[in-house]
């Protein structure tokens, strides 16, 4: 496993939703990779924070009061509902909002970019021919000729054997397979 694959299913490991083999992948590159330690640490950190921060809960007439706000602004714009006059969006509000669509377009090119298949690697065809071959010394014509008549017959039928088929004489080579 690498950082990579390590960082994008690093959310399962932390809530133990991935598969058997994927935990125990992910539990030996910790041990063995301290980039991916330390951020796995620094989440695992950041969660118990959050984890252990005081629940929020608001007042028992926070309700009411709400309620009795929201009836007041509706009363103050005549029955319509607009926002107050007195709100205006913040004046780098704009510049926020396009730098964040930048971003969110960016981040999904990069998606494209990484699920798109790789581009088709087209070479050239490799033409490719046979070495020569050696010429087979049981094929030399005086090797041939220095074989006596009272030579047994077998040690001359691997001989032939092992020569060249286009070279052998293939009467002798059907004679001595008989």
């Not at 118990?48 to 007041?72: C, G, H, M, T």
């Not at 050239?124 to 021919?129: Q, R």
Request: hydrophobic residues 45%; neutral net charge.
């Amino acid at each position: 496993m690498d950082c990579r694959e390590f960082r994008e299913k690093h959310v399962g490991f932390i809530d133990d939703t991935l598969p058997a083999i994927d935990m125990e992948a992910m539990r030996e590159h910790v041990l063995l990779c301290c980039r991916c330690a330390r951020h796995d640490t620094s989440v695992r950190r950041g969660l118990l924070i959050v984890r252990n921060l005081p629940r929020i809960e608001p007042s028992p007439d926070f309700v009411a009061r709400l309620n009795a706000r929201l009836k007041e602004l509706q009363l103050a714009s005549g029955g319509r509902r607009e926002m107050p006059r007195h709100y205006r969006p913040p004046q780098g509000y704009f510049a926020v909002l396009a730098a964040g669509l930048a971003l969110v377009g960016y981040l999904a090119l990069e998606a494209l970019h990484r699920l798109a298949p790789p581009a088709e690697i087209r070479l050239p065809p490799v033409v490719a021919t046979a070495p020569a071959t050696p010429p087979s010394p049981l094929s030399d014509p005086a090797f041939v000729g220095a074989i006596s008549t009272g030579m047994p017959v077998w040690p001359a039928v691997l001989m032939a054997e092992q020569a060249p088929q286009h070279l052998a004489n293939a009467e002798l080579h059907e004679a001595a397979l008989r």
